[in-house]
């Protein structure tokens, strides 16, 4: 059975940081991306941050690049997603991806290519 248990949301102030995390179980991930979305309340889901397997490779949405940083370590099947400089708009529920890795990778960027979810975790950012 296949599992990604996200970790690491909370409540934070305007400019703070948080690190999401995301443990990947159940399979083997070798060729998979890892991928963070978000969605906000009222709002669709939306791309963040994805990683390809090898690592050599990231995509942000515009609105995080510069403040956000993705990361991973195949060897504990885990990718995380470092949050610095955050907004409140950033509030929203932080979902974690993994799709098979693809010959580009803002093909990734979309949620249809994802092959396995997170429950979710909450980040909620305070003004």
């Known amino acids: 059975q296949v599992q990604l248990v996200e970790s690491g949301g909370g409540l934070v102030q305007a400019g703070g940081s948080l690190r999401l995390s995301c443990e990947a179980s159940?399979?083997?991930?070798?060729?998979?991306?890892l991928g963070w979305f978000r969605q906000a309340p009222g709002k669709e889901r939306e791309f963040v941050a994805v990683?390809?397997?090898?690592?050599?490779?990231?995509s942000y949405a515009g609105s995080v690049k510069g403040r956000f940083t993705i990361s991973r370590d195949n060897a504990k099947n885990t990718v995380y997603l470092q949050m610095n400089s955050l907004k409140p708009e950033d509030t929203a529920v932080y979902y974690c991806?993994?799709?098979?890795?693809?010959?580009?990778?803002?093909?990734?960027?979309?949620?249809?290519?994802?092959?396995?979810w997170g429950q979710g975790t909450q980040v909620t950012v305070s003004s």
């Open positions: 991806a993994a799709g098979l890795d693809k010959t580009f990778i803002v093909t990734l960027t979309s949620a249809r290519y994802m092959d396995y």
């Open positions: 159940g399979r083997t991930f070798s060729g998979y991306a």
């Open positions: 990683i390809r397997w090898s690592g050599g490779s990231t």
